[in-house]
């Protein structure tokens, strides 16, 4: 596997409708997404971007649910983490599917997650502008 960019670093919040306005009226970022049903929320700091994910509380109760993870743009997230399983990684989110990407969740040696992610549209790292 081989980690083609930064996709995105992700925060978990407790109430995104809370954590919204802090991100974008105190620190001043720019929101550029925002998807209050799925608790989703993405804002415009170079060169990257941040995401706010609102904890589902029934869900998210793995190692470090309430802290950051990165996301690491990979060809294929299937085998990304079939490789990680042979090394004797830790699963935490099996692979999923949106309509946007594919993603899968792992853990490093001391339990910090790491989001192994990929677009349909084969872009890494920042897309500017978001559409």
Same mark, same amino acid.
């Given at each position: 596997?081989?980690?083609?960019?930064?996709?995105?670093?992700? =925060?978990?919040? &407790?109430?995104?409708? &809370?954590?919204?306005?802090? =991100?974008?009226?105190?620190?001043?970022?720019?929101?550029?997404?925002?998807?209050?049903?799925?608790?989703?929320?993405?804002?415009?700091?170079? +060169?990257?971007?941040?995401?706010?994910?609102?904890?589902?509380?029934?869900?998210?109760?793995? +190692?470090?649910?309430?802290? @950051?993870?990165?996301?690491?743009?990979?060809?294929?997230?299937?085998?990304?983490?079939?490789?990680?399983?042979?090394?004797?990684?830790?699963?935490?989110?099996? +692979?999923?599917?949106?309509?946007?990407?594919?993603? @899968?969740?792992? @853990?490093?040696?001391?339990?910090?997650?790491?989001?192994?992610?990929?677009?349909?549209?084969?872009? @890494?790292?920042?897309?500017?502008?978001?559409?």
């Amino acid at each position: 596997m081989e980690a083609r960019a930064v996709d995105f670093i992700m =925060y978990n919040v &407790t109430d995104l409708e &809370t954590a919204l306005p802090f =991100y974008r009226d105190t620190l001043g970022l720019d929101l550029e997404e925002h998807l209050a049903e799925f608790g989703w929320a993405e804002f415009a700091v170079e +060169p990257t971007t941040l995401a706010l994910n609102e904890l589902d509380f029934e869900g998210d109760q793995g +190692p470090n649910a309430g802290g @950051a993870a990165v996301a690491l743009s990979v060809d294929d997230v299937e085998a990304a983490i079939e490789e990680v399983s042979a090394a004797g990684g830790t699963v935490l989110q099996e +692979p999923m599917e949106t309509e946007v990407c594919d993603m @899968a969740t792992v @853990a490093d040696p001391d339990d910090n997650p790491i989001t192994l992610h990929h677009r349909h549209d084969g872009t @890494a790292g920042r897309r500017d502008p978001f559409p």
